[in-house]
T-cell receptor, first 116, second 112 residues
Framework: DGGITQSPKYLFRKEGQNVTLSCEQN?????MYWYRQDPGQGLRLIYY???????QKGDIAEGYSVSREKKESFPLTVTSAQKNPTAFYLC???????????????FGPGTRLLVL | SQQGEEDPQALSIQEGENATMNCSYK?????LQWYRQNSGRGLVHLIL?????REKHSGRLRVTLDTSKKSSSLLITASRAADTASYFC????????????FGQGTELSVKP
C-alpha cells in the first residue's frame, strides 16, 4: 500500500522542549516538504528537500530543523526557539524527474501540535 | 505576494447546485493545481492544469485557466454533501525550485 504517513497524530509540547514529527513515504519520491497550517489559513512552507542529504529553508524555517538521511524519511524538529508552535503540520512528497518538477504533491494525514 | 488569492473565502450551497471557486495570482506559472482538504485531514490532489492549457475536466470537476488574466476557476457540478471541504489552489511559478505556493482556500459547505 503506497503512501505517506505521519506520526503522531497529536503531539503535546511543554515549554522549552524540542519535539520531532515523523514523516515517511514509500512512493519512491525524491522530494519531500513540510508545511505549517494555522486555523483558516493556507499552507506555509517550512523546509523542503529535493534529494537525500540536502534540504532548503522555506518561508518560515526559523525555530525548525530537519534532516534527510534516507529517501523515505524527512523528520521535522520543532525547537524551543519556535515561540508559537501550535499548528497543524503537513508533510508531502513529489516526484522530481527533469521535465515534471513541480508536479502533484502527495500529503500525509498531518500532525496537530499543541503546547501545554 | 505571489500566492493564489481565492474567492470566495466561504461558500454555502444546497445539494445539487453547482459550486464555483476562483483563484487569482500575480506571477508567471508553469502549472496551477487544485487540492481538497477535509476537516483535520491532509490535502488531496484534484487537478493539475498547465500554463498552455485552458480547460480540464475530471468527473464532476471542471478547471479553467486564463493566463492573460492570471486567474483560474474550479467548478463542481451537481454538488453533494460529501463535497463539503476546503479547496486550495496552488501555483507552481517559474524559477521557484519546485515550490508550490498555496492560496488561503475556499471553505465549501454543501447542505443536504
Amino acid at each position: 500500500d503506497g503512501g505517506i504517513t505521519q506520526s503522531p497524530k497529536y503531539l503535546f509540547r511543554k515549554e522549552g522542549q524540542n519535539v520531532t514529527l515523523s514523516c515517511e513515504q514509500n512512493l519512491n519520491h525524491d522530494a519531500m516538504y513540510w508545511y505549517r497550517q494555522d486555523p483558516g489559513q493556507g499552507l506555509r512552507l517550512i523546509y523542503y528537500s529535493q534529494i537525500v542529504n540536502d534540504f532548503q529553508k522555506g518561508d518560515i524555517a526559523e525555530g525548525y530543523s530537519v534532516s534527510r538521511e534516507k529517501k523515505e524519511s524527512f523528520p521535522l524538529t520543532v525547537t524551543s526557539a519556535q515561540k508559537n508552535p501550535t499548528a497543524f503540520y503537513l508533510c508531502a512528497s513529489s516526484s522530481t524527474s527533469r521535465d515534471r518538477w513541480g508536479e502533484t504533491q502527495y500529503f500525509g494525514p498531518g500532525t496537530r501540535l499543541l503546547v501545554l | 505576494s505571489q500566492q493564489g488569492e481565492e474567492d470566495p473565502q466561504a461558500l454555502s450551497i444546497q445539494e445539487g447546485e453547482n459550486a464555483t471557486m476562483n483563484c487569482s495570482y500575480k506571477t508567471s506559472i508553469n502549472n496551477l493545481q487544485w487540492y481538497r482538504q477535509n476537516s483535520g485531514r491532509g490535502l488531496v490532489h484534484l487537478i493539475l492544469i498547465r500554463s498552455n492549457e485552458r480547460e480540464k475536466h475530471s468527473g464532476r470537476l471542471r478547471v479553467t485557466l486564463d493566463t492573460s488574466k492570471k486567474s483560474s476557476s474550479l467548478l463542481i457540478t451537481a454538488s453533494r454533501a460529501a463535497d463539503t471541504a476546503s479547496y486550495f489552489c496552488a501555483i507552481y511559478p517559474y524559477n521557484q525550485g519546485g515550490k508550490l505556493i498555496f492560496g488561503q482556500g475556499t471553505e465549501l459547505s454543501v447542505k443536504p
